[in-house]
């Protein structure tokens, strides 16, 4: 297998193993749709981020900073060289990673970490070649696209989540740090989605591009801790979940130049059992499209576009960690018209979903163990 030919390049060579491939497989019923878990890679230290290749090989995020890349027949997998520097505290670390729709023609891949700098760590996100020649695969021309500029020690709230759009920009997630105010102030990366160009530019349509009533690189705010995002496929729209406090985890469809309440709203308590804010609502914040309460501690998301398991195509799926779940949602006309909560307990903490390259849906369980499996139709 090779990359594009732009992409060739000679690294060290690193130690290759061995995967089974199919490890196990479970069939399971719900009301919606009878299906197979199959687990595809094991021995996976608390993975964070996954993607396809075209070829349909892997790149695996482990959150002490080890890029991983995983043959398609999932028999090998080398060390990937050349990921950046990560601060891997509490919920930091090396996190999403996505591979580029270009990929075939740049090379180009996504991803977000935890940047140590001085005052502790703040969220990055940056673009990178990657660059294959035999047993060595590695990062090169990495550049950072977007940057939490403010850093700050504490291993909490880094958000996360990088989503390519259709009109070429990207979008990024981040979270408050712990820090709930930062969350309104337009200029702090803290607490909101971003949205630039793929080398990292502003691009010219973002609400606060002149960058005079916010950081031009903004694009919503008075977010918590967006830990999932994903495009939905008939209209192109950015959909987030983000974490609550004590309840009030957050489905958003957020739009250019919104504010999203946090802290000032919310459906959740702290911690304490004490009010956040004014309430649930106030003028001139935006309300979820969907809520839990009490809080499933959500993750991952993907808009299932496959077609292996036919009753779910166009639904959005959510992974959960504290309650350990798939959260099946049902979308209509921009809002979440139904809810199916699947595998509940039977895998541990989901972290990341993604579309399978064969109509399959993938997701990563967030333990020290953790794997990554497929769900497919049943027999």
């Known amino acids: 297998m090779r990359f594009p030919v732009s992409a060739f390049v000679l690294a060290g060579v690193v130690a290759l193993a061995s995967l089974p491939q199919a490890l196990a497989q479970q069939v399971h019923e719900a009301a919606s749709a009878r299906f197979t878990v199959?687990?595809?890679?094991?021995?996976?230290?608390?993975?964070?981020?996954?993607?396809?290749?075209?070829?349909?090989?892997?790149?695996?995020?482990?959150?002490?900073?080890?890029?991983?890349?995983?043959?398609?027949?999932?028999?090998?997998?080398?060390?990937?060289?050349?990921?950046p520097a990560v601060r891997a505290s509490g919920q930091g670390g090396l996190l999403d990673v996505v591979v580029s729709p270009d990929f075939a023609e740049t090379g180009h891949v996504f991803l977000?970490?935890?940047e140590p700098g001085s005052g502790?760590?703040?969220?990055?996100?940056?673009?990178?070649?990657?660059?294959?020649?035999?047993?060595?695969?590695?990062?090169?021309?990495?550049?950072?696209?977007?940057?939490?500029?403010?850093?700050?020690?504490?291993?909490?709230?880094f958000g996360s989540r990088i989503v390519p759009a259709p009109d070429g920009t990207v979008f990024v997630t981040t979270g408050d740090r712990g820090d709930p105010d930062r969350a309104q102030d337009p200029f702090d990366h803290a607490g909101s989605v971003l949205r630039v160009a793929r080398d990292g530019g502003i691009p010219a349509d973002n609400p606060?591009?002149?960058?005079?009533?916010?950081?031009?690189?903004?694009?919503?705010t008075?977010?918590?801790?967006?830990q999932g995002a994903a495009i939905e496929p008939d209209t192109g729209r950015l959909w987030t979940v983000e974490h609550g406090a004590r309840g009030g985890d957050e489905i958003n469809v957020p739009r250019a130049g919104l504010n999203h309440?946090?802290?000032?709203?919310?459906?959740?308590?702290?911690?304490?059992?004490?009010?956040?804010?004014?309430?649930?609502?106030?003028?001139?914040?935006?309300?979820?499209?969907?809520?839990?309460?009490?809080?499933?501690?959500?993750?991952?998301?993907?808009?299932?576009?496959?077609?292996?398991?036919?009753?779910?195509?166009?639904?959005?799926?959510v992974g959960a960690l504290k309650d350990q779940l798939i959260a099946r949602l049902e979308v209509e006309g921009g809002k979440v018209t139904g809810e199916e909560q699947l595998l509940v307990g039977d895998y541990g903490r989901i972290r990341t979903l993604r579309n399978g390259p064969d109509g399959t849906l993938w997701f990563s369980t967030d333990e020290s163990d953790g794997a990554l499996y497929r769900i497919s139709a049943a027999p």
């Open 38 to 83: 199959t687990k595809m890679v094991d021995d996976l230290d608390y993975p964070w981020g996954f993607d396809f290749l075209p070829d349909g090989s892997l790149l695996v995020n482990e959150v002490d900073g080890r890029m991983l890349w995983v043959s398609p027949g999932l028999d090998r997998r080398i060390e990937v060289s050349g990921v």
């Open 112 to 114: 977000t970490y935890s």
């Open 120 to 157: 502790g760590a703040g969220t990055t996100a940056a673009r990178a070649t990657l660059q294959r020649e035999g047993d060595a695969v590695r990062l090169a021309d990495l550049t950072v696209i977007a940057r939490m500029d403010k850093k700050t020690r504490g291993g909490r709230h």
């Open 208 to 220: 606060f591009a002149d960058g005079a009533k916010a950081l031009p690189e903004m694009w919503s």
């Open 222 to 226: 008075g977010h918590r801790n967006i």
């Open 261 to 317: 309440g946090w802290p000032t709203i919310s459906y959740g308590r702290h911690y304490s059992g004490a009010k956040i804010g004014v309430g649930t609502s106030a003028e001139g914040f935006e309300q979820p499209v969907h809520y839990w309460d009490p809080s499933i501690a959500p993750s991952g998301m993907a808009f299932y576009s496959g077609d292996a398991v036919p009753a779910w195509t166009g639904d959005l799926f």
